[in-house]
Every structure is written in structure tokens, then in C-alpha cells.
């Protein structure tokens, strides 16, 4: 028989049933919300003090929806911690405080600037104050003896965070060890420490900004109205348009400017960036950020720009 034949014969064979009813294949968007809130249940039942870092920028909210799907219709089984350095923007503080309030949950807010009134701690020549919260966090950790920290890190945003891994040891000390990094195969997470140390958690860990977004758009969450465009008075520095602020303004030299502009992250004001931009709206954003070659951190952040290794520097003390 000829190969012809024999190719005209198998077309004539019955659909095989297994292969017909073959389930769809899960979203993407799904499956990173299935283990981020897998993450959070584990997390909720081996350890005895989680907490949240929550800055009220895009995702740490994001964060803060995937463990209220988690725990729902019971409340989110533990608090919300952010290190303040004094210099957020406004809108960002007003925006995190009403979504604590619309959900009723504890923050507990640890102040650079009180550190820096006592003298345990000094203003940088440069004005930043994003290196100055390694120390304010460490000292709430040990104070509440929160024993797994959960935080919005992920892996497309720098090389020092795509090291690590969800589960993320800190030793006594608060600092981390790349050589301590655990395997972790088949969603299995290694949540055992020795007294004094803890574990830093980060369920988004396999998400992009692009998956960061679209799930915004899905789930419809809501965020601080820096995240789109609007007009603001900026002057260039280093690539970047800053705002002036408490943080202080343009140097000799730096012309302030009006433009319509938006964020795409949110911190420190005196060193977080915002980009030309006219994304209004989600569906804006997530075209733009589709079109992006840059991540968010390496295009607006100058305290990511002081070296090579300034963040993976920063984790090892205890950052983040």
C-alpha cells in the first residue's frame, strides 16, 4: 500500500474522544492569580505573624487584592506595613489610606524621618532617602516580630530580584544570602527558620509589568491617580523628570517645565522618575507598556542607577 493510501485511510479514523474533549488551557492571568493566592494560604498557615509591605503603589495593591480573593469573605488574617520615608507623594499616602479604611485592616507605619529627628540615622548628601529605609524596616520586623514579610518584588524588574526566589531567607540580621537561596520545585516552599530570622515572600514573582497591568484591567482594581496621565511641573535630571516636592527641586541650571506625564512606579519622590506619557486611561497604559523596552525601575529610578550591583547591594542589608 502506498504511503498515500495509507496517510487517505488514518484520515477516515474516528476523532479520538480523549484528544476532543481536551480541557482549555488556563489563562495566564489565572494561573499567576492561582499561585499568588496559594502563596498567601501557605503562608497563612505556616507562620504565626505574616505581614504585608504596603506602600500604595501598583504592586503592593495588586498584592493586597490577591490576599483579600484569598481569605474572602473572611478578612485579610494579618497587618500592613509601610516604611515611609517622608518623602511619598501626597496623592499616593491619601490613596493608601482609604484602602485601608474601605477594608478595615491595620497598618502599622514606620517613619524615616523619626530616625532621622532621634539622630539614629542621617540625611544622604544627595537628599534620597530609599536607602534609608533598610534599617526603619528591619527594627519594625524585629519590634512586632513579624516572622514572613510579603512583597511585591518581581523578577522582570532588576537582576538582583530575578536571584531570588518566593520563599527568601533573611538571616538575624535581616540580610540576604544568595548562596541560602532554597530549591524550590513543584510550588513546594521551605518556610523553615532558626529564631530571630525571617522569610521574605514574593507572590509575584513570575509576573511582568505587562501581567501586572492586564490583571488590573481585569479585575478592575483601583490606584493612585499618579499611575496616569495627568500635568505636572517637572525639570530633567539624569534622564528623568522629577517633580519638587519636600524632597526639594531643581538645582541651578534646571528648568521646570509643564508636561503631561504619568508614573509607572512609586516611591521615593526624590529619586523616582515620570515619563512622558499620554495613557489615560488602563487600556492606554498597557499599550504603552507593551511598546516598552524598559522596565519600570530601570527607567525611572535613579537610586537603581548609583551601581551595577546598588540593589542587590541594598538586599543584602535588609532591603527589600
Request: a negative charge.
Amino acid at each position: 500500500m502506498t504511503t498515500e493510501a495509507i496517510m487517505d485511510q488514518n484520515l477516515d479514523l474516528p476523532e479520538d474522544p480523549a484528544i476532543a474533549e481536551a480541557p482549555p488551557q488556563v489563562d495566564n492571568l489565572d494561573a499567576l492569580e492561582s499561585e499568588a493566592i496559594h502563596i498567601f494560604r501557605e503562608v497563612a498557615g505556616e507562620f504565626d505573624r505574616p505581614v504585608i509591605l504596603f506602600s500604595g503603589g501598583k504592586d503592593s495593591t495588586v498584592l493586597l487584592h490577591l490576599a483579600l480573593k484569598a481569605f474572602r469573605p473572611a478578612p485579610v488574617p494579618f497587618p500592613l506595613l509601610h516604611v515611609d520615608t517622608g518623602h511619598n507623594f501626597e496623592e499616593v499616602l491619601q490613596f493608601r489610606d482609604e484602602l485601608v479604611d474601605r477594608h478595615d485592616l491595620r497598618l502599622v507605619v514606620e517613619r524615616v524621618q523619626d530616625w532621622i529627628d532621634d539622630g539614629r540615622l542621617s540625611e544622604r548628601p544627595d537628599g534620597t532617602r530609599n536607602p534609608l529605609q533598610t534599617q526603619p524596616l528591619l527594627e519594625a520586623i524585629e519590634k512586632n516580630r513579624f516572622d514572613a514579610v510579603f512583597g511585591g518584588g518581581r523578577r522582570d524588574e532588576e537582576r538582583a530580584r530575578a536571584k531570588e526566589r518566593v520563599f527568601s531567607l533573611r538571616d538575624s540580621f535581616g540580610q540576604w544570602d544568595p548562596r541560602r537561596q532554597r530549591p524550590e520545585l513543584w510550588n513546594l516552599y521551605n518556610g523553615k527558620h532558626r529564631a530571630g530570622e525571617h522569610m521574605r515572600v514574593f507572590p509575584l514573582s513570575n509576573w511582568t509589568e505587562l501581567d501586572v497591568w492586564r490583571y488590573i484591567q481585569r479585575e478592575k482594581i483601583e490606584l493612585a491617580e499618579l499611575y496616569y496621565a495627568h500635568r505636572r511641573k517637572v525639570f530633567a535630571r539624569d534622564g528623568m523628570w522629577l517633580t519638587s516636592g519636600p524632597w526639594g527641586g531643581p538645582r541651578e541650571g534646571e528648568e521646570v517645565v509643564e508636561k503631561t506625564v504619568r508614573y509607572r512606579t512609586v516611591g521615593d519622590g526624590s529619586c523616582t522618575g515620570a515619563v512622558e506619557s499620554e495613557a489615560y486611561t488602563v487600556d492606554d497604559v498597557i499599550a504603552e507598556v507593551a511598546a516598552s523596552h524598559l522596565t519600570e525601575r530601570g527607567a525611572t529610578r535613579a537610586d537603581d542607577r548609583m551601581s551595577e550591583a546598588a540593589m542587590e547591594d541594598r538586599k543584602r542589608e535588609g532591603y527589600f
